[in-house]
């Protein structure tokens, strides 16, 4: 699973410099200048006993990001997974949370890099062997951690996020939770474009 991570991320970081650099000679590099209001994108997660696709969308709560970045995030996120080794007793869930991301900006000749930290929060419902999806108990997830943003095109930009989700249960029955994770650690690889 290790080599599978390190894999996806270079490869990753490999595709958005070569697509940067294209686009960077076809529409020009990032500017300093740019301000945008609107932010949306597209990502993969990998948790501990998941993994999943979400997508995002955002507003910048700055009048004009300088050096410090702070927006708010809406997101939806598909999730599936094994909740024991032999592959047995598998899940799905659906999950909407909001996203706080606050962190720095520097301007380097011809991109972007931004680093950040966020805090988020989610409901969740799920499926699984003995439980309905829209019934009790429901999923509350937490999500903390850290991420960088290398913008090279002007509208567009690589996101890396490394992070954990801390699961609390609301209703019901917990004992359907008995397998799952209570705090995971969460990697998430993806894309922003900016407006």
């Not at 490999?14 to 597209?42: D, H, L, Q």
């Not at 301007?107 to 989610?122: E, K």
């Not at 999500?143 to 890396?160: D, I």
Request: charged residues 20%.
């Amino acid at each position: 699973m290790k080599r599978l991570i390190i894999s996806l991320i270079l490869v990753a970081l490999i595709c958005s410099v070569g697509f940067a650099k294209e686009a960077g000679a076809t529409s020009g590099a990032a500017s300093a200048n740019f301000n945008y209001r609107i932010v949306s994108g597209g990502f993969w997660a990998c948790g501990q006993d998941f993994s999943g696709g979400f997508g995002e969308f955002g507003v910048n709560l700055l009048p004009r990001e300088k050096s410090f970045v702070l927006r708010d995030c809406i997101y939806v996120q598909g999730e599936g997974g094994y909740l024991d080794s032999q592959k047995q007793f598998s899940f799905g869930g659906l999950e909407i949370g909001d996203k706080l991301i606050f962190g720095g900006r520097v301007d380097c000749p011809g991109f972007i890099v931004r680093s950040y930290g966020f805090t988020g929060l989610a409901f969740g419902m799920f499926s699984c062997e003995g439980h309905e999806f829209v019934s009790a108990p429901f999923m509350i997830n937490l999500n903390f951690g850290g991420g960088f943003e290398f913008q090279f095109a002007k509208r567009s930009a690589f996101a890396l996020e490394f992070g954990g989700v801390k699961r609390f249960f609301a209703g019901g029955e917990e004992k359907v939770f008995e397998d799952f994770s209570k705090f995971t650690p969460l990697l998430t690889i993806g894309y922003r474009t900016f407006r």
